[in-house]
């Protein structure tokens, strides 16, 4: 077992080449023009190795184009898309369809019916279904829409326009809040978009459902497309939503946002917001861009999460409870592990799982892993930049935050001194620092994080890349000749740095100490799953372990899904626990990024999709579950 990646030591050469940016706007082209399963986010305009959001995402018919689902959509069954809050109105208003009647039994077949999915009253027992949609007198407007045992309203009017939006709102659409107004039910927010037939702006509305009422409502800008929306907790346990900036802030060719909306019951509101929402300001200006999401996090301890919000190179952070900024840091996560390459080459890019997280040690941390999520073979840009890095405060003391760590893995693309024509012939003599392709590639489980022997780690697994196939130097360098960023130029560049996915190498895993980086354990030619301490007779953790052979495809299109080892890590060693009594990979359950599990771009959270039972059994992409039989003392087909 070897425990870490040795130093890179190739392509350290002159200046910074970070973000050329030879015109605006161009990036929409371009991300029209990807098919969702490339979508995922562009850092800097121009840059090839930047994936790029999705445009089409959060109508309220929504599919596969939200880029929330981009990162992980492959031709692999395993990597099917997580409804996104957009497709579903909201992801607990699925069943809405089923009934408005009080029985409890279908009348046809006697089947029970779908519970609601809100509990207004909080007494335990559900009582309402919300979604979005279009208003019943008036389809082109769109409404609250209500099916409840406790009140009589059937809809609550939003927006006298249509909830379609011209980007990616990223957040959950429906959430319940808590009781703001002085009686018995909780009111709930409403995220939407208002399509005036050109703009189609983002909209956070406050509805007191007993009443039938908007109370509070914030609108973005007209000339806004993206958006992030969460809720943070008070010291009473009730939440708090707000409306920020999301992907492209700071560089917005429109003009840049520059605040979010904080929801604050009875303010009169700012003007840039609405009633009942004060506007916090963002950053903006030079050097500054603004990533997808965020996570929330109380960092200084006084009973209020608190919005971190992630841009490139930096996170910054607002006090949900004073409404001003209370931390604001910058690292490089590269310098450490590559101080001789050319400073900010991988431009800060945050993309990838953020997880705000209490240690042991009580300090506040953040643990941000660069990689795309397991079974994500088709992406091979792979999340561009890789990287671990922890940020770290002291408890109730946001201004102690910093970088704790940081091991950077590997940079899709080539990065170029000059980009001057003279090269265009021998794009190779002005390489700053050469393409990674697919070496050093993450994929992460879920928030990475595990515990081993009583330490709390993060556990990756990652490829050793032998030989790219092509570097495709020619048609990057061409990128940035002018004509710059043609389609025909893009295509020639993608698809022949698409070649890449059938590089030669090895995958493996490692474990590293979340407190200080320091590498723990790790192992050659396996892939990690998953894992979780609801499969086995104890609690203990088990994880779900593919062993390949000693040289793969980086795709692994030429392994065939092999049989799962259950397998523990004691001592640093992987220990076995049985393996599956059947070949497959599992299914995976691909979560939207929420609360303190945050996002830098439009990737999600990879579980397994775990089924009842004592204990639980897990599902593989065929359907088949898997779980251990106490009896026979082995994992059986269920
Ligand atoms: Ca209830
Ligand atoms: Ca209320
Ligand atoms: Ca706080």
Redesign the pocket.
């Known amino acids: 077992m070897s425990a870490s990646r040795p130093p890179r030591t190739s392509a350290i050469l002159a200046e910074s080449a970070r973000c050329p940016r030879p015109a605006t706007l161009r990036y929409t082209a371009i991300v029209r023009r990807l098919s969702p399963s490339l979508a995922l986010l562009l850092a800097c305009t121009g840059d090839p190795q930047d994936p790029t959001p999705g445009t089409t995402a959060a109508d309220t018919t929504g599919h596969s184009a939200d880029p929330t689902t981009g990162p992980s959509v492959g031709t692999t069954s395993n990597t099917t898309a997580p409804p996104t809050a957009s497709e579903t109105g909201a992801p607990e208003s699925t069943a809405d369809i089923s009934s408005t009647t009080s029985t409890t039994t279908d009348a046809t077949t006697g089947d029970p019916l779908p519970t609601r999915t809100h509990d207004l009253d909080r007494d335990g027992v559900p009582d309402t279904d919300l979604s979005l949609g279009p208003c019943t007198a008036e389809p082109a407007h769109t409404c609250l829409l209500v099916a409840s045992d406790l009140v009589a309203a059937a809809e609550v009017l939003l927006s006298p326009t249509l909830d379609q939006c011209d980007a990616t709102y990223l957040g959950k659409r429906i959430t319940q809040l808590g009781e703001f107004t002085g009686d018995p039910l909780d009111e709930v927010s409403a995220g939407y978009c208002r399509f005036d037939g050109l703009e189609g702006p983002p909209s956070l509305a406050v509805v007191d459902v007993a009443a039938a009422a908007v109370i509070a409502r914030a609108d973005a800008p007209l000339v806004q497309d993206y958006a992030w929306s969460d809720a943070v907790h008070d010291p009473d346990g009730r939440l708090h939503p707000f409306l920020a900036p999301s992907y492209g802030d700071g560089e917005n060719p429109l003009g840049n946002w520059g605040y979010l909306c904080s929801f604050v019951p009875g303010d009169p509101g700012s003007p840039g917001c609405g009633p009942g929402f004060v506007a916090v300001p963002t950053p903006t200006g030079p050097g500054v861009f603004r990533e997808a999401g965020g996570t929330v996090q109380?960092?200084?301890g006084?009973g209020?999460?608190?919005i971190n919000l992630i841009y490139h190179r930096r996170i910054h952070t607002i006090?949900?409870?004073t409404l001003g900024p209370i931390a604001d840091v910058e690292y490089d996560v590269a310098a450490t592990t590559e101080p001789n390459a050319p400073k900010w080459f991988h431009s800060g890019r945050n993309y990838g799982t953020h997880r705000a997280v209490t240690g042991d040690d009580a300090n506040e941390r953040l643990v941000i892993v660069g990689g795309t999520p397991v079974g994500s073979f088709t992406d091979d840009l792979c999340n561009v930049s890789r990287f671990l890095a922890v940020l770290e405060s002291a408890p109730s003391l946001p201004a102690t935050r910093k970088l704790a760590w940081a091991t950077y893995f590997g940079f899709s693309s080539t990065i170029f001194s000059t980009y001057d024509p003279q090269y265009v012939d021998d794009p190779m003599s002005d390489v700053a620092r050469l393409a990674d392709a697919v070496d050093g590639c993450i994929h992460r489980f879920s928030d990475s994080r595990t515990v081993m022997d009583g330490q709390q780690a993060l556990l990756v697994n990652y490829f050793a890349m032998d030989a790219p196939v092509d570097l495709c130097l020619d048609e990057q360098f061409a990128l940035y000749q002018p004509p710059t960023w043609t389609d025909e130029k893009a295509d020639a560049w993608y698809g022949c740095f698409a070649q890449n996915r059938k590089s030669p190498g090895t995958w493996g895993m490692q474990v590293v100490d979340e407190r200080t980086g320091a590498p723990l354990t790790g192992g050659q030619t396996i892939y990690v799953w998953g894992w979780s301490s609801e499969l086995g007779p104890d609690d203990e953790i088990l994880y779900l372990v593919e062993y390949l052979p000693p040289k793969t495809l980086w795709d692994l299109s030429d392994v065939p899904p092999g049989t799962l080892q259950v397998q523990a890590l004691v001592a640093g060693l992987l220990q076995p626990r049985g393996s599956f009594p059947a070949a497959g990979r599992p299914k995976l359950d691909l979560q939207e990024p929420r609360g303190p599990r945050g996002a830098g771009s439009y990737t999600a959270f990879a579980e397994l999709t775990l089924h009842p039972g004592d204990p639980a059994g897990v599902e593989l992409e065929d359907g088949t579950i898997i779980g251990w039989d106490a009896d026979t003392q082995t994992w059986v087909v269920r």
Do not use: E, N
Request: negative net charge.
């Open positions: 109380d960092l200084d006084d209020w999460a608190d006090s949900s409870a």
